[in-house]
């Protein structure tokens, strides 16, 4: 029973702080979600949450601040994420964790429970992905469950509210978990001398334990962490110091050196976790042949390369087929509105530089952003995410692990390409599921090379103008052919630049790789596509419009504001002219690219306002500006590779805490694209 | 010392009893959480395109190591 004093009652507190532990893709976020009311954007693609998410939902007269944190497997602090949940378990100021534990293998959770518990506060598990085991006929017994563990245990099925409601009902009257688990006589006798030099400070019974076992098998920062969380200093530090040297004085005596004492502590966990399952799980078997049957094709030594290009070409082919039309409509959709409030604008009588701004600033360059990219982000997201769902991407890892490897990197670094496909400042977050520092930072400074959505609708747009340019013609499967090859090419280059810099500034030996391959499982189709498109769209499409309103007001200005019959935004234009055309580009071109920084969604719509054209017909357009198919295939190219956006700039300080490193993601791709860019031209003014 | 079966001598198909493992420390711990424990048993499950890293079920999860990773495995 609880011993604590006063978490011996119900809770009367109105604010209570809830902790989401969990293992990796158990349905930890969706959960969140749900408990959230789903308003909140989890952050990031691989199902992975890396950072914490935090958000208040209110049951009766109680006020849950509820954290998600990252998934892990346990608290022993091997990784970031690992870090990030234990301290907000151990030393956050969390009142109860529920941890969510996946009911299809329920050993891996209850290992983590069993730490959970072990750290001292109130606990309750969430045992989800019921649904998901019975179809695989796999039971598991709550109420036996909840005997064992001595914490309160509540089936549910994340995405669905209702099997939610009881583990909600039941959060206020929750207690402080017991102790379930025992170690070997020599451990415990350890525990407990470094136990009782804990006894003057004022904390609860089990995290004093939790304290003393990580006090022993701690390191310094361990320690540091604990004597702050407890207030101790001086003489006291020194009295516990001095009592956990005498606990490893009894355990070298007993035969235990610190390798020994860790094996003894995951075997003391797993074998629990083990015993409890074993009591309360009834499996039959089968289930793992599909998972088995699908990894000889995807994973297979001939078949999984050419699949994998194969799904790109084909999400891409997808993705350009179908947004045709919905783009059309958006553009004609904004014509039909800025026609229209413009007769209204001007027939209220409004001075024309307000017609203007509003009208051709923000209107027009708000379009442009829309049309141009909500309808292949729509459909991208959705689909990428529906690959995320069914438990391909890890496979990705899997299959590019030993070329990553050999270019000195971790084969994880691929699903954070495949992130940065949807959002470079997603993918450079999601480098945090890389343990190893300098692979970490190999695939932040890379990640810009993969095109993200906001730049692959205007490679679309340029590689349809260089068609019609040199007179190939068009048609979808042509686009998404050549924006296959710009993608081959930026992932060639990501190998390569990989492989330079760990020769060069991080220079280092592969470090270890684990990755878990879950077993396949049927995408839930409607809810994954509701979920991309309420979540990580709207956010990016957010983010965009909130660029392209104010930016196209202050791009009318610039334009119209005159110096000598031209507009300012010429004059910088054309004195940009020269560096433009060694590069194949010219002076407006550079600009734009430049004014894009806040979003490369509008770099395209800046370009035609510099240009003074506009239209729906884009490639008409720049086709009328004296574009040539160098120039066409130059500024596609600067496309995929240029600066990258501020938000992501931003990110990477965020990450690396470095300006160097902000400098190098700066410079990187857009060094490289320039030089791309002249080989290019030059070869072209040669051969031409 | 050095004639100890690796969990990399496996054969896809083939399974072993964990020994012990000779790595160094956050590779230990990881391998630990994961459940590679002495006794344990543990199957070769797949290899990657290029041969390395495989796969290797244990415990119920199918978990990929690097060769060099592996190594740090021994079988009884």
Redesign the interface.
């Known amino acids: 029973m609880a011993r604590g004093g006063k978490h011996g009652g119900r809770v009367t507190k109105s604010e209570v702080n809830l902790t989401l532990a969990g293992n990796p893709n158990v349905g930890k976020s969706t959960l969140f979600n749900t408990l959230t009311g789903m308003r909140v954007h989890t952050g990031n693609w691989a199902g992975k949450t890396v950072d914490t998410a935090t958000a208040t939902v209110k049951v009766g007269d109680v006020c849950y601040h509820i954290t998600d944190i990252p998934g892990t497997?346990?608290l022993?602090y091997?990784s970031e994420e690992e870090r990030v949940a234990r301290d907000c378990i151990a030393f956050g100021k969390g009142d109860i964790t529920v941890v969510v534990c996946d009911a299809t293998?329920l050993?891996?959770g209850l290992?983590l429970a069993l730490q959970v518990m072990e750290c001292g506060g109130r606990t309750a598990v969430a045992l989800n992905l019921v649904d998901e085991a019975k179809k695989r006929g796999i039971s598991v017994d709550a109420i036996a469950l909840s005997r064992e563990l001595g914490v309160a245990v509540f089936p549910t099925v994340a995405h669905k509210r209702n099997t939610i409601t009881p583990l909600l009902a039941a959060l206020e009257g929750l207690k402080p978990s017991e102790r379930v688990l025992y170690y070997p006589d020599a451990i415990e006798s350890a525990v407990d001398k470094v136990y009782r030099a804990l006894l003057p400070y004022g904390v609860e019974v089990a995290r004093r334990r939790y304290f003393a076992l990580r006090l022993i098998d701690g390191g310094e920062d361990m320690r540091e962490k604990i004597f702050s969380a407890l207030g101790v200093t001086g003489e006291g530090a020194c009295q516990i110091i001095s009592a956990v040297d005498a606990a490893w004085q009894g355990l070298f005596a007993a035969g235990i050196d610190r390798?020994e004492y860790?094996?003894l502590i995951?075997?003391a966990l797993?074998q629990r976790a083990?015993e409890i399952a074993e009591h309360t799980v009834k499996i039959c078997e089968g289930g793992r042949d599909v998972?088995?049957r699908l990894?000889?094709i995807l994973?297979?030594?001939?078949s999984?390369?050419p699949v994998m290009l194969l799904l790109l070409a084909l999400t891409l082919f997808i993705t350009l087929s179908l947004a045709n039309y919905p783009s059309a409509w958006l553009a004609s959709l904004f014509a039909w509105l800025e026609g229209a409030s413009r007769t209204a604008l001007v027939g209220i009588g409004s001075p024309d530089w307000l017609v203007g701004i509003l009208i051709d600033g923000v209107l027009n360059t708000l379009g442009e952003v829309v049309a141009v990219m909500l309808p292949p982000m729509a459909i991208f997201f959705p689909l990428f995410s529906l690959l995320e769902d069914s438990g391909y991407l890890p496979r990705i890892a899997?299959?590019l692990?030993?070329?990553f490897?050999c270019a000195g990197a971790c084969?994880k670094q691929a699903l954070t390409m495949c992130m940065g496909l949807g959002c470079n400042a997603v993918g450079i977050v999601g480098c945090r599921i890389i343990d190893s520092e300098r692979e970490r930072r190999l695939a932040i400074l890379t990640n810009s090379l993969m095109p993200c959505n906001g730049r692959l609708p205007m490679l679309i747009t340029l590689i349809g103008a260089f068609y019609t340019l040199s007179g190939v013609g068009g048609g979808t499967p042509l686009v998404a052919l050549g924006l296959s090859l710009f993608i081959v090419l930026s992932v060639c280059l990501t190998f390569l630049i990989t492989l330079l810099l760990s020769r060069t500034l991080l220079r280092g030996a592969?470090s270890?790789?684990?990755?878990?391959?879950?077993?396949y499982r049927k995408p839930r189709v409607l809810s994954t596509v509701y979920r991309a498109l309420t979540q990580k769209c709207a956010s990016v499409l957010l983010r965009a419009v909130a660029v392209a309103a104010p930016f196209g007001a202050l791009l009318w200005c610039l334009s119209s504001i005159t110096v000598g019959g031209k507009g300012i935004i010429s004059y910088a234009a054309s004195a940009l002219d020269p560096i433009g055309s060694i590069f194949g580009m010219d002076g407006a071109i550079l600009f734009a690219f430049t004014l894009g920084i806040p979003a490369n969604e509008i770099v395209i719509p800046i370009l035609l306002l510099i240009y003074g054209a506009g239209g729906t017909d884009t490639a008409g357009a720049l086709l009328s500006c004296g574009w040539t198919p160098v120039t066409a295939l130059c500024t596609a190219i600067f496309a995929l590779l240029h600066w990258p956006c501020s938000t992501s700039l931003i990110t990477v300080y965020k990450e690396t805490h470095s300006i160097r490193d902000t400098a190098l993601a700066f410079l990187i791709p857009t060094v490289t694209g320039l030089l791309l860019c002249l080989l290019v031209n030059a070869a072209a003014v040669l051969f031409f | 010392m050095n004639t100890k079966k690796s969990l990399y001598s496996l054969a896809v198909g083939e399974a072993g009893k964990i020994l012990g493992?000779r790595?160094e420390?956050?590779?230990?711990?990881?391998?630990?959480?994961?459940?590679f424990?002495?006794g344990e048993e543990v199957r070769c499950?797949?290899?990657?395109?290029?041969?390395?890293?495989r796969?290797y079920l244990i415990?119920?999860?199918?978990?990929?190591?690097?060769q060099?990773?592996a190594e740090g495995i021994t079988l009884e």
């Not at chain 2, 499950?45 to 890293?53: H, I, Q, R």
């Not at chain 2, 415990?59 to 690097?66: C, W």
């Open positions: 497997y346990s022993f091997h293998s050993c891996q290992n390798e860790e094996r995951a075997t797993v083990d998972t088995g990894d000889k994973t297979g030594r001939v999984a390369y899997y299959n692990d030993r070329p490897a084969g592969p270890s790789f684990t990755l878990e391959l879950p077993p | 493992l790595c420390e956050n590779m230990r711990r990881r391998f630990l959480d994961l459940g424990l002495r499950v797949g290899k990657s395109p290029l041969g390395d890293p796969a415990r119920g999860k199918t978990v990929a190591l690097r060099r990773d």
